[in-house]
C-alpha cells in the first residue's frame, strides 16, 4: 500500500519498491500519480522532472524484522 508518509507540502516521494525497482508518488490535485523506475538513479531523475522546486523525498525501505529491507533483495 502506497502512503505519503513523511512527505510534507506536496514533496515528490522516492522509494523502494517492495519487489524490484523504485516507485516514485507525484502529488496530483485531489490525488496521487505512482511512476516505477528500475533502478534508484533513475527514480531519483524522473522525481527531479516532476518536481521542478527540488522537493523531492527519498524514503528508506522497510525493514522485515529480521534486519533486511525490500531494497536488498
Not at 36 to 61: C, D, I, N, W
Request: aromatic share 6%; proline share 5%.
Amino acid at each position: 500500500m502506497l502512503t505519503v508518509q513523511g512527505a510534507g507540502g506536496g514533496a515528490v516521494v522516492v522509494r523502494p519498491n517492495e519487489g524490484h525497482g523504485w516507485l516514485i508518488e507525484i502529488p496530483r490535485p485531489g490525488g496521487m500519480s505512482v511512476a516505477y523506475a528500475e533502478t534508484r538513479e533513475q527514480a531519483l531523475s524522473l522525481a527531479k522532472k516532476f518536481e521542478v522546486h527540488g522537493l523531492v523525498r527519498v524514503m528508506p525501505a522497510a525493514d522485515d524484522g529480521e534486519g533486511k529491507f525490500a531494497s536488498d533483495a
